[in-house]
């Protein structure tokens, strides 16, 4: 099998292994979407006549406890990579399967508790400029959790065989995940005081 | 850098904990500063200055940004400033409105 470089050893050029440096160019363009929606809201906001207050279309008790869901994701995500630099197995599963927990908590809260309340009330987004930049962003942000959550899903399962022959690689591999778990989290410890406090 | 030793991850994850802590502690802040009832300008600069606090402790220790190499700060320095023209080209593009131009909607 041939092996693909530089997945362990730093490449000489960048002082980095190839899918670190390629993860923080991907997360850089990832700032320029969820920036270019963020700049939709200024926008929309600032030449509206009016704008609502976000706690009083959103519940801030439940926006509040999602936030403390995502914030401990991401530590247990980090855990997870931490177990594995030393070479622990058995913790790291545990972690990588707490935050995919945390992350599907997450997921059904916003469905199943948010957005089942909204159109149970007819908010749809055609509703109002709010509620269309509302679900637009939280949708989007949504979706990149549930991306998160598939590809942890296959760390903590099949993908995990790859540290029993090739453990610097798969733990390279956690990192370049645990960075785009990170930057999910990033995106909505912005989102949250934006769209329900302000 | 990343470290190897059991030791030196041992304590990387005592930061880990204590910037979790942090990171719940800011998250209650904000939180409870809705309820104090400030002026929308000023309620906007409180959050986005603890927003941008919190995100600069889950960039720092959590993705390591803290001890990264000089590329990866010179790729997010371009981010920075392509994400800070847009915004400022949006809004000054709203407010440089000239007179003399018809609409047409």
Do not use: C
């Not at chain 1, 997450?106 to 509703?127: D, G, Q, R, T």
């Not at chain 2, 041992?10 to 104090?36: N, R």
């Not at chain 2, 941008?52 to 001890?67: D, G, P, Q, R, W």
Request: charged residues 15%; aromatic residues 14%; proline residues 3%.
């Amino acid at each position: 099998m041939e092996i693909i470089p530089y997945t362990v050893e730093e490449r000489p050029e960048t002082g980095l292994f190839n899918a670190k440096l390629g993860v923080w160019l991907f997360l850089a363009s990832e700032v320029m979407l969820f920036g270019a929606l963020f700049s939709s809201y200024i926008l929309l906001r600032v030449s509206a006549p009016a704008w609502p207050e976000g706690a009083s279309l959103l519940s801030v008790p439940i926006g509040t406890f999602n936030t403390i869901v995502l914030i401990t994701s991401s530590v247990t995500m980090v855990m997870a990579w931490a177990s594995l630099k030393e070479k622990n197995l058995k913790r790291f599963r545990f972690f990588i399967g707490s935050t995919v927990l945390l992350g599907l908590t997450f997921l059904l809260i916003k469905l199943f508790v948010e957005y089942h309340a909204k159109f149970e009330h007819h908010n749809f987004p055609s509703k109002s400029t709010f509620l269309a930049i509302y679900f637009t962003l939280t949708g989007l942000h949504g979706i990149h959790v549930l991306g998160g959550v598939i590809l942890n899903s296959y760390f903590w399962g099949p993908g995990s065989k790859m540290f029993l022959d090739q453990p610097e690689r798969f733990t390279n591999r956690i990192e370049v995940a645990g960075l785009y778990w990170h930057f999910v989290d990033l995106v909505w410890i912005f989102l949250f005081p934006v769209l329900y406090l302000l | 850098m990343h470290t190897d030793t059991a030791h030196d991850v041992k304590k990387e994850v005592k930061g880990y904990i204590i910037v979790f802590v942090s990171l719940m502690a800011l998250t209650l802040i904000t939180v409870a500063v809705k309820y104090l009832h400030l002026k929308l300008a000023e309620a906007i600069v409180v959050a986005l200055v603890i927003a941008t606090f919190k995100a600069s402790l889950v960039a720092s220790y959590f993705m390591h940004l803290i001890s990264e190499r000089k590329l990866i700060y010179t790729i997010l320095a371009f981010t920075v400033i392509f994400f800070a023209g847009l915004v400022i080209l949006l809004l000054s593009g709203y407010h440089n409105t000239q007179t003399g131009i018809k609409f047409v909607s």
